[in-house]
């Protein structure tokens, strides 16, 4: 219930965002959410890894937006850092939203074997 309360409440920010937005601003931010969730529920789900995740959602929203500039100068149109920063801001969120509010409802993956000994030091973390 929790988890549906926050998201009614983030899609009424973002609907009223939208009329004090460009709507180019808008398509990149949707664009990079977009890649952004798909890339991190991917790689989460490859890795095991929440933070691998985000930094894969948000690296691949950087990317596409840089992909998308790089396509539009080279068919006349000007290269435009505020429309990088867009999809990157979108991305963040996307990414954001699968680390925060669906990964966490899975439950956390084990210590790998290879790292036991952080476990068993008294100098470091303490079995409990």
Same mark, same amino acid.
């Given at each position: 219930m929790k988890k549906l309360i926050l998201i009614l409440i983030l899609s009424c920010f973002v609907y009223s965002v !939208? *009329?004090?937005?460009?709507?180019?601003?808008l398509n990149h931010a949707s664009a990079g959410f977009m890649?952004? =969730?798909?890339? !991190?529920? =991917?790689?989460?789900?490859?890795?095991?890894?929440?933070l691998v995740g985000f930094f894969a959602g948000v690296g691949m929203s950087y990317l596409a937006g840089h992909l998308k500039e790089d396509y539009d100068m080279r068919n006349g149109g000007k290269y435009d850092n505020q429309d990088i920063k867009a999809t990157v801001i979108g991305g963040?969120?996307? *990414?954001?939203?699968?680390t925060i509010i669906l990964i966490p409802s899975v439950p956390k993956r084990k210590l790998p074997l290879e790292y036991h000994y952080l476990l068993d030091d008294e100098n470091t973390m303490i079995r409990k």
């Open positions: !939208n *009329s004090q937005i460009e709507p180019d601003k890649i952004a =969730f798909t890339s !991190n529920a =991917f790689t989460w789900k490859a890795t095991d890894r929440k963040i969120i996307g *990414s954001g939203i699968v």
